[in-house]
């Protein structure tokens, strides 16, 4: 029985790790639909898993289910885009507020490694690779605010953002790696307390929000 359920887990994990894959590298359109059946015949398992997996994704913002269509890929917009970035403005100001407040000397020393390593992917162009390496730094950002909610809000928030948003030709990274570096410098150096300037005016740096 308890390895049944971890295989199923494992198989759930697998699942969601490459739909989401498939999202990023645009192999799966807007709207278009996921069958449960093939995704089962794909990984030689029963439905029970894959169903789990996909459940997940529509958790994360990624996928839509309803009774009578089923699984299906979101229609994500420049104007879902725009929504997120209003409402990520005010919420990851109070992250950064907050890991700023909490982060100790080994909390610098690892998010200034992973700001290096994202800046060499920028210039390098390793776009799948820098994607988990983005979604990784700020992540750990959120985590460091200590608080949960704020967290579990941001992630929901942001997962269909990272995930749609260059496909759209909505992300300014592709074209401009300095920029990019300068934002991510920014908010680091607002946690190492190495900059006056406000939370809210670095996330609107960052996501080229004029005041």
């Known amino acids: 029985m308890a390895l049944e359920a971890i295989r199923s887990v494992s198989i759930r994990h697998a699942v969601a790790d490459a739909v989401r894959g498939a999202l990023r590298a645009g192999?799966?359109?807007?709207?278009?639909?996921?069958?449960?059946?093939?995704?089962?015949?794909?990984?030689?398992?029963?439905?029970?898993?894959?169903?789990?997996?996909?459940?997940?994704?529509?958790e994360e913002g990624l996928?839509?289910?309803?009774?009578?269509?089923?699984?299906?890929?979101?229609?994500?917009?420049?104007?879902?885009?725009?929504h997120i970035d209003q409402i990520?403005?005010?919420?990851?100001?109070?992250?950064?507020?907050?890991?700023?407040?909490?982060?100790?000397p080994k909390d610098l020393r690892k998010l200034e490694k992973m700001k290096d390593e994202l800046t060499r992917m920028f210039h390098d162009s390793e776009l799948p690779a820098r994607d988990a390496t983005e979604i990784a730094f700020h992540g750990y950002i959120w985590d460091l605010s200590g608080n949960p909610w704020l967290v579990l809000s941001l992630k929901r928030l942001l997962a269909p953002y990272f995930t749609f948003s260059r496909k759209l030709g909505l992300s300014k990274v592709d074209s401009n790696p300095g920029l990019a570096e300068a934002q991510h410098?920014?908010?680091f150096d607002y946690i190492a307390r190495r900059t006056d300037r406000p939370a809210e005016e670095c996330v609107r740096f960052h996501l080229n929000i004029s005041p």
Do not use: C, M, W
């Open 63 to 82: 996928l839509v289910h309803s009774p009578n269509r089923g699984f299906y890929v979101i229609n994500f917009t420049s104007e879902d885009h725009a």
């Open 185 to 187: 410098q920014l908010y």
């Open 27 to 58: 192999d799966l359109k807007p709207g278009e639909n996921l069958s449960e059946v093939a995704l089962a015949a794909k990984f030689e398992v029963s439905r029970g898993p894959i169903r789990a997996a996909l459940l997940v994704l529509v």
């Open 88 to 104: 990520r403005v005010k919420l990851e100001a109070l992250a950064l507020e907050q890991a700023r407040d909490r982060a100790t």
